[in-house]
């Protein structure tokens, strides 16, 4: 077995997703940690990436790798694990991360499982499906096992490591894409939504009205989402639709505030461990998964919640 | 400007799916087929470029592509219905079952048959949800790929985006032929119009085999898949718990819960 993890980053300070990553990775014994930047990358993370145990560090540097979202990446780290024999890549389930796993599948001739919730030692990927109402146990079969993980799907682990950073210059053949202008995600202070250890959600029951919603999430220190029918009505960003057609979470906690909870809906966080809701329909679907429901108005409920919540941490 | 849109018939995204305890696969029968939803942002991009740029007067013309049985014609059709001008199906026995390297495998076959400057996806099929066939096509085909697109423009042999995704928004572009994928809410499909319907009726769905295309079954379908499924079970649905009325204390009664579970 030659497990390779493909660690994400921003600016060579990992995401998340690496150590949980790395965390899974470990099972099956040897793990290299592959981190493809720019000049400079690999040194930046390298001591963060050596808190999670790896047993070698490779950074493939090139200044015009982020010349394409993900054309240039799946190239070099393509080569780089057919040249050392790679027999499983793992890569976070996110829109980049699935997208250089399929480019690489296709370069490698490898087989390519998506959205796993765990792998084993030996590289069988356990998927949560159709919401959670299944759980699917598959393996590749054909080159390498490329598998992207969820976010979220285990605790990570540290464990140090000391690793001096193997940096590559790898051959690039350039894509005609241009990149005229960047405009980064403003980073408010709320975690991401795929990554965040408690959701707080609104829907119709809103009424475009977020802020209890966001002031519970705030508190909580938690990731705000929402349904189909507030992103529809423009009420919340489409990027934080939660469901079949948006992000499928899994927090520790989730809040589902003024929304009926449509399969639609539950397809993308019926896997959370415990699960909240208020709505004013005590018939609504959402309380029939609910761990903890409560039927009245959440203008009335959320503001109460919040403020004994906050009275009792002080 | 010859403008291809691949497709897919999928289970409504409405309804309980499940997978099937013999083939493993996901169960299709006795559940609604419809057009993959994510798929009508990419046939309503289309029909858009080609109102903008002249429409079927000037030269241009859109043709679905999808690959599944038989009965993906209803699906093909009402991409037909909103506008589009032709399709074509791929459709033969030994596919069923395959994955997302052997359909973008045929798919890229038939894209190189059609031959179009523009090839429009949506993001995922609402299905398997995998994301991954509009760039496994970019690998395939050695085309440029834009991806995650919010906004989508054309002029002259330049295709130019807005990629909408968490890190952000990056305007790119690149010349034609490109492979695009377009975001929910890039616009707001139409629904076909009567008229639309009565016309799609006449138009054409060319049903190609793999003999057709010069593939030969062990590359494709369950025989030559690049993953397998080893086994699945069904979980328990999720009950449900406690559920209070508000009476003027819901909130309170709901802080108690999270402090009790330590989750607040």
């Known amino acids: 077995m030659s497990t390779f993890v493909f660690i994400d980053h921003i600016d060579g300070v990992i995401t998340k997703t690496a150590g949980e990553l790395l965390t899974i990775a470990r099972r099956a014994g040897e793990v290299t940690a592959v981190i493809v930047g720019i000049p400079g990358d690999g040194a930046k993370a390298a001591a963060a990436i050596n808190s999670f145990g790896a047993n070698k560090i490779i950074a493939i540097e090139d200044s015009t790798i982020n010349d394409h979202p993900s054309a240039l990446v799946a190239q070099a780290l393509a080569d780089l694990l057919l040249e050392k024999g790679a027999t499983t890549l793992l890569i976070p389930s996110t829109a980049r991360g699935k997208e250089i796993a399929a480019r690489v599948a296709v370069r490698t001739n490898s087989g390519i499982i998506t959205d796993a919730v765990d792998v084993t030692a030996d590289s069988i990927a356990t998927q949560s499906i159709f919401g959670g109402s299944a759980v699917v146990h598959s393996k590749v079969s054909k080159g390498i096992a490329i598998i992207t993980v969820r976010p979220n799907s285990v605790e990570p682990e540290s464990q140090p490591s000391t690793c001096e950073v193997e940096v590559i210059s790898p051959k690039l053949n350039p894509t005609k894409v241009v990149i005229s202008n960047r405009e980064p995600a403003k980073k408010g202070g709320r975690p991401e939504l795929t990554e965040a250890a408690i959701v707080v959600s609104g829907g119709r029951g809103t009424n475009g009205d977020f802020a209890p919603v966001e002031a519970l999430a705030d508190l909580l220190g938690a990731a705000v989402g929402a349904s189909r029918a507030a992103t529809d009505a423009g009420w919340y960003p489409h990027s934080h639709q939660v469901g079949q057609t948006g992000k499928t979470v899994s927090p520790s906690l989730y809040i589902a505030c003024g929304i009926s909870g449509a399969i639609q809906h539950r397809a993308g966080m019926q896997t959370s461990k415990v699960i909240v809701a208020i709505n004013k329909d005590p018939e609504a679907p959402i309380f029939e998964v609910t761990d903890f429901g409560v039927v009245g108005d959440l203008f009335a409920v959320l503001p109460q919640a919040t403020s004994a919540i906050a009275a009792r941490k002080g | ?264």
Not at chain 2, 72 to 101: H, N, Q, V, Y
């Open chain 2, 1 to 264: 400007m010859k403008i291809a849109v691949c497709v897919k018939q999928v289970p409504d995204s409405w309804a309980e799916k499940k997978l099937n305890a013999s083939t493993k696969l996901i169960d299709r029968e006795g559940v609604d087929a419809v057009l993959n939803d994510l798929d009508e942002y990419a046939i309503e991009s289309a029909l858009q470029i080609v109102e903008a740029n002249g429409g079927a007067e000037a030269g241009h013309s859109v043709t679905l592509i999808s690959m599944g049985p038989e009965r993906a014609t209803e699906a093909l059709r009402k991409g037909l219905s909103m506008g589009a001008d032709d399709a074509i199906l791929i459709s033969d026995a030994a596919l069923a079952g395959s994955d997302a390297l052997a359909t973008s495998l045929i798919l890229a076959k038939v894209i190189q048959r059609v031959n179009p400057d523009l090839i429009l996806c949506g993001t995922e099929s609402t299905d398997a949800r995998m994301s991954v066939i509009p760039s496994m096509l970019s690998e395939r085909l050695e085309l440029p790929q834009l991806s995650f697109a919010g906004e989508v423009n054309v002029s002259a042999d330049q295709v130019s985006i807005k990629r909408v995704t968490d890190e952000g928004v990056d305007s790119m572009s690149a010349p034609m032929p490109v492979i695009v994928s377009v975001i929910e809410k890039i616009n707001e499909p139409r629904y076909p119009s009567f008229k639309g319907i009565m016309a799609a009726k006449k138009k054409s769905i060319e049903v190609l085999s793999l003999a057709d295309l010069g593939v030969s079954a062990a590359e494709v379908g369950g025989a030559g898949a690049w993953s397998l499924v080893n086994d699945f079970n069904e979980q328990a649905a999720r009950s449900a718990g406690v559920k209070v009325v508000d009476e003027g204390a819901g909130g309170n009664a709901l802080s108690e819960f999270l402090a009790e579970k330590r989750l607040a």
